[in-house]
């Protein structure tokens, strides 16, 4: 069975940092993509970020550039979210997501999220 | 960037009814567009990739089309648990760039 567990949620105060992360099991976790999608209380998803299988494909939202930084460990199956100078507007459900086969680039299994606050 | 704009905002329809929900892109995605279904508390499921290809496990009575900028997700006969938002996702780019979701849909009971 295909699982991705977030944790590192909580709350933080503006301009704080958090560190995200993703456990993973079920699957061969160095042969996938990953994302990084949020969601604001009663809004929309908002993709944050994705790292290919090597890492050498990094993209960020402009939202979260220069701040956020996402990462994998293929040794410990497992991603990351580096979260810097955060804001009132980061406040969100953070779901990880793995991309489909192949390469494919778009999610298709997805953690149940990690609620992360920022607020003084 | 591209944009992607889904419509309508809401839709209302009754149970066994036929539900068509829009997604439109800013620029050509080819069919790098996929829709996900969120249920309240719960993680977005993926029903549809490479614009009309039905995700494992997802009943026939969804069907997605479409190409270049418009398109559309069908729900044939909607059922009680069809009930939630939709959201269209626009993987073009990738991987040397971004993704971008639409605003979402939701349907609603008539």
Redesign the interface.
């Known amino acids: 069975e295909v699982l991705l567990v977030e944790s590192g949620g909580g709350l933080v105060k503006p301009g704080g940092s958090l560190r995200l992360s993703c456990a993973t099991s079920g699957f061969t976790f160095s042969s996938f993509n990953f994302n990084w999608v949020r969601q604001a209380p009663g809004k929309g998803l908002e993709w944050v970020s994705s790292i290919s299988i090597r890492s050498d494909n990094i993209y960020y939202a402009d939202s979260v550039k220069g701040r956020f930084t996402i990462s994998r460990d293929n040794a410990k199956n497992s991603l990351y979210l580096q979260m810097n100078s955060l804001r009132a507007e980061d406040t969100a459900v953070y779901f990880c997501a793995r991309d489909g086969p192949l390469r494919s680039g778009y999610p298709d299994y997805w953690g149940q999220g990690t609620l992360v606050t920022v607020s003084s | 960037?591209i944009v992607m704009t889904q419509s309508p905002a809401t839709l209302s329809v009754s149970p066994g009814e036929r539900a068509t929900l829009s997604c439109r892109a800013s620029q050509s995605v080819t069919n790098?567009l996929?829709w996900?279904q969120?249920r309240p508390g719960?993680?977005?499921?993926?029903l549809i990739?490479a614009a009309s290809t039905r995700?494992a496990g997802i009943p026939g009575r969804f069907s997605g089309s479409g190409s270049g900028t418009e398109f559309t997700l069908t729900i044939s006969s909607l059922q009680s648990e069809d009930f939630a938002?939709y959201?269209c996702?626009q993987?073009?780019n990738?991987?040397?760039?971004?993704?971008?979701?639409?605003?979402?849909t939701k349907v609603e009971i008539k």
């Not at chain 2, 719960?42 to 993926?46: D, F, G, I, N, S």
């Open positions: 960037e790098n996929a996900y969120q719960q993680a977005p499921r993926l990739f995700a938002v959201y996702l993987y073009n990738w991987p040397r760039g971004e993704k971008t979701f639409g605003q979402g």
